[in-house]
């Protein structure tokens, strides 16, 4: 069976009334499904009603975008008796604004008469959406695959870029190599939003919440502070710093880490070493844990003088005998007062 019922049309978003909402029968009418009217003289210009024309991979216009949509069969061509046998797809949002949060072009489908009575500068993207949100563009360097979402979240499938004169690129990339091409994955939520579109390089410093999945690429991490003795600087790598390290890498960073196993262990494996930091308390078992963990190098200073002690002469003579020397006992008296550690906390129900 053949069909010559393609056609392709540039529309104005309308309505997002249905998007988002539920019915038993929702399939039918499609899923995702929207209001628009044509801005050409391709298609009848009473409003008609689109879906996204790939379910695996959805970025949803909102109200006053400029779309491109096509036409093409629907889940009903077979039936012979039907006179629906074509459904409208959204392909993609046109660039209109060279804007990462929205691209509106609000009544580009409007009469002479809505416009006279419609105030399209103020007509609002949606009912919850924010269209006065201010978001910059990602700086791209060559060979790059991006997605980019509206509020300042993103994906960058990247790589090492061979070193050229700082004004090839408006930004340089933040990550270095040595190996042009060596692959990096950058996921990152808000970065630094600047005014007039401005590019922005992700920053792992900086951002609100990263993940970086590296092959070759240096980083430059900060880890702990520089002004406590908690700061890992050289801890990491033998030798370096913690960002001269260039094998591979998986790094996450934000103001709060939680990982959880639901059913089964939760494992950390290494064959160099497993650093914990911090320049506030360490617990373990619990958060509220509350016995402190001993100084193992303190503890054992005091036994070993205890033992001493113990081998020292002892004066005779008297009931109960006394130390000749008693400046070991004095020493472990002294020490226990560093026994105890402000800094790592267990939950006495775990040992």
Known sequence: MFHDNVQFDIAEILSTDSTYSYSKNIAAGGLYSMRVRSITNNTKIKPYTVKPIDLHSIKLPVVGEIILTCKSVNNTYQNATSYERESWYYVTTLNLQSGINNNKGTGMSFSNSELDSTDVQNLPSGKTFNDQYVTSPLQLFEGDSVYQGRNGQSIRFGSTISILPESYYYKQPTWLGETAGAPIIIISNRQQ????????????????????????QKLPIILGNNESPNSLTGCLTPGGLESNYIGSQLIGISDRVIIKAKTDLAVIDSPLGIVLNSTGQIKLGSEDASESMVHGDVLLSILQNILNQLQTGIVCGTSTGTFINLSYATKAQKQLQELLSSTYFINKNTY
Do not use: C, G, M, R
Request: charged share 20%.
């Open 193 to 216: 939003n600047l005014p007039n579109k401005e590019f922005v390089v992700e920053d792992i410093n900086q951002d609100a919440a990263s993940l970086y999945l590296t092959s070759t």
